[in-house]
């Protein structure tokens, strides 16, 4: 048997072309049954989150099963191959147990450290196990990958830095600041990386901390939470003016992002992140 592997991330392929090849906001478990059915690939895997679609293929038939992938990639998404293939990265053998364990560990992240990574190998080889697709090759491979996540984990400082794009976002406005506190802060929003973001910058001092959102429960249970207020969306331009940090974080099926929007003197810096923690 061997190991191959095919797919696209943040590092090779643009956002547009991710969206059009992501399984995540499908049923990953049938796309993997579904790839499992083609002759080639005896044992299979698929990975997707907000930053990559990755195969993990254990097969006797290597090029056979290279043609069965981009066949599959092209069926499954209703895109001519020639629009991805120039985007695709592939591996083979031991190289693709090395890529798989730098992605576990956070490594291969858009924003290195990042920690549910590791939960998204794991739902990834679950969804597969379940449906009968792994088989002695691949459940080897992903049972490394794990360990090899967490020793990552708990024996290196990987993870006392920026492990999220919350605190990486918190950490820019820093930069620009310096110090937070005394700030106010807007946050529009109120889904799991604004109230990562809140936490963030409570943490840091700031001053007073404004949830708005469409979904006004939702709002005014996170200003709750984080010991902000509430503020009606039909506030929100009144809110802005106020305002020296602005954080949006929305979320969809699209993969998500983050801007941050920091008023300095008479100029608006705005720096806007990628969301991973939906995926690595």
Not at 57 to 71: C, K, L, N, Q, Y
Not at 76 to 93: G, K, R
Not at 139 to 153: H, Y
Request: hydrophobic share 45%; glycine share 8%; proline share 3%.
């Amino acid at each position: 048997m061997h190991l191959l592997l095919l797919g696209v991330s943040h590092k090779t392929a643009p956002l547009d072309l991710r969206e059009k090849l992501d399984f995540s906001s499908r049923d990953v478990g049938a796309a993997v049954e579904a790839l499992a059915a083609r002759s080639s690939a005896a044992e299979s895997v698929v990975l997707s989150t907000c930053n990559r679609s990755e195969i993990y293929i254990a097969s006797d038939t290597m090029d056979a099963a290279r043609e069965e992938v981009v066949r599959f990639l092209s069926d499954y998404h209703q895109l001519p191959a020639e629009t991805f293939t120039p985007h695709l990265f592939s591996f083979s053998e031991a190289e693709v147990a090395r890529h798989l364990f730098r992605v576990a560990a956070g490594l291969d992240s858009l924003v290195v450290g990042e920690p549910q990574i590791l939960g998204q190998v794991k739902d990834a080889f679950q969804a597969a196990a379940e449906r009968h697709c792994t088989g002695p090759v691949l459940r080897k491979l992903f049972d490394w990958s794990f360990n090899v996540g967490k020793r990552v984990r708990s024996e290196t400082g990987l993870g006392e830095g920026a492990v999220s794009i919350s605190y990486a976002a918190v950490q820019l406005a820093k930069k620009i600041f310096g110090r937070l506190g005394g700030r106010r802060v807007l946050v529009v929003g109120a889904g799991e990386i604004s109230t990562l973001t809140a936490q963030h910058l409570r943490a840091q001092g700031v001053a007073e901390v404004a949830i708005t959102s469409r979904t006004a429960a939702h709002a005014q249970a996170l200003a709750t939470e984080v010991g902000g207020h509430w503020v009606p969306w039909d506030g929100l331009p009144n809110a802005l003016a106020g305002a020296d940090i602005i954080v949006t974080a929305t979320g969809s099926q699209r993969p998500r992002s983050m801007a941050v929007l920091v008023p300095k003197t008479e100029r608006l810096s705005r720096i806007r992140l990628t969301y991973t923690g939906g995926g690595g």
